[in-house]
């Protein structure tokens, strides 16, 4: 029996091309929201769409690969803004946890982050947010040690160095942040290293239907006040990083999806 495909998501035209164009005997299957793409990544069986971007379309597009496309996990490629003041653009961060940061309680017109699905005086929880399968992360952390990415070039905001793989929190929520306060209070509050728009609905459908979820971003901008023009002027050079990382890791995947089938 052959193992299930992975499902690989991407939010935007710019994210997709870079997988697209590796993948092998690629046919078109319906998904229900849209069409996918079925084929061959490096010998890895994946299903690659295009989800649009934001948390919703995020969801439905991962229940639709697990329940009609099959997938045994699901990875979201693509891009994201910096949190850490020590980041760069186009350094990578691998999510070992997910977090909503637009989802909780208004006290005082201030958001206090609970758990989605939640709150303290319903449905009372301990969680905050979705952790990755630490089996999952330990064997991409192996893998990552062995990549090498380009420095980017000056035009796309590279300063000299090769970007850095790190791994951490990413946050997601359904606004664009372009706000240095912002910026500084989810790193600050929560540890997030990179924030975007759909990781975390990504990793609350996985763990719904009791499958592996990985979410890669590279840094397009540093979530700042001039976020929007870092974004539009580096995002399809950045997003080169985000696919490379896809590529090599997707090995630890095949794995994950072995140990849960079996």
């Known amino acids: ?79 994201a803004g910096g949190l850490d003041p020590t980041g760069q653009i186009g350094d990578v961060v691998i999510a070992d946890r997910a977090l909503h940061h637009d989802a909780g309680v208004m006290v005082d017109e201030e958001l206090r982050i609970y758990q989605a699905g939640h709150v303290p005086f319903l449905n009372p929880t301990d969680r905050l947010g979705y952790p990755a399968q630490p089996e999952l992360i330990e064997g991409v952390r192996r893998l990552a040690d062995g990549i090498e990415l380009p420095p980017l070039s000056a035009a796309a905001g590279g300063r000299g160095r090769p970007p850095h793989i790190r791994f951490g929190l990413i946050v997601s929520g359904d606004q664009f942040v372009s706000s240095e306060r912002m910026r500084d209070h989810l790193h600050r509050a929560h540890g997030g290293l990179a924030v975007e728009m759909e990781g975390a609905a990504l990793a609350q459908v996985a763990e719904a239907f009791g499958v592996p979820w990985l979410s890669i971003r590279a840094l397009s901008d540093l979530a700042g006040r001039d976020s929007d023009i870092d974004f539009t002027a580096f995002v399809e050079e950045v997003a080169a990083s985000s696919a490379a990382v896809v590529l090599a890791l997707l090995p630890a995947l095949r794995d994950a999806i072995r140990t849960t089938a079996g």
Not at 3 to 32: D, F, H, K, M, W
């Open 1 to 79: 029996m052959s193992a299930a495909p992975v499902g690989i998501i991407c939010a935007i035209p710019q994210e997709l091309p870079r997988l697209s164009g590796a993948l092998t005997g690629a046919s078109r299957i319906p998904l229900g929201t849209g069409t996918g793409l079925a084929g061959d990544l490096d010998g890895t069986p994946v299903v690659l769409t295009e989800a649009g971007i934001g948390k919703v379309n995020t969801a439905v597009t991962a229940t639709m690969m697990i329940e009609r496309a099959g997938v045994g996990a699901v990875l979201f490629s693509g891009v």
